[in-house]
């Protein structure tokens, strides 16, 4: 680990900082991605969900439920004519990655976690949510995370089964 770090360079660190901490340690990877679940595989899916990206920063859906345990196929529309992305994360990772993106506009970054596309593309995510709680979803093109291109997953404790249990629950405020 120190033997690698002295060998890059400062300016160069500061580029790829996130990256190449990411590439060079692994087992910091893994854990992070377990945070939010990790990449799910397209024969386990167990539900579609689109998403629909617009240039006026918004995702619709921007509040998506889903159940601990469940592989959802993300399907993402951009319809705008800019340049989108989706990209799980925690609210942490997507402020730090989002700083990052700032800094380096041009910056091409691709994971299992997110898809960036261009006006009128449309592409997929397929990810398994392994733990319950809120996670976050957002564009982190410059400018677009400050002006509200994001959303949340909630994933509700226990497990996904693949019965016949109908999934509608009554909820009465
Ligand atoms: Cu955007």
Redesign the pocket.
Known sequence: MKTRLTTITVTLALAIAAQASFAHDDHAHAHDNEAIGKPGTATATTRTVNVN?TDN?RFTPSNIVAKQGETIRFVIKNSGG????FVLGTEKELKEHYEVMKKNPEMEHSDPNMITLAGGQTGEVVWQFTKAGKIDFA?L?PG?YDAG?KGKVAVAKGKAVASAEPDTHEHKH
């Open positions: 990206m920063m800019i340049k989108h992305e564009c093109q677009h291109m």
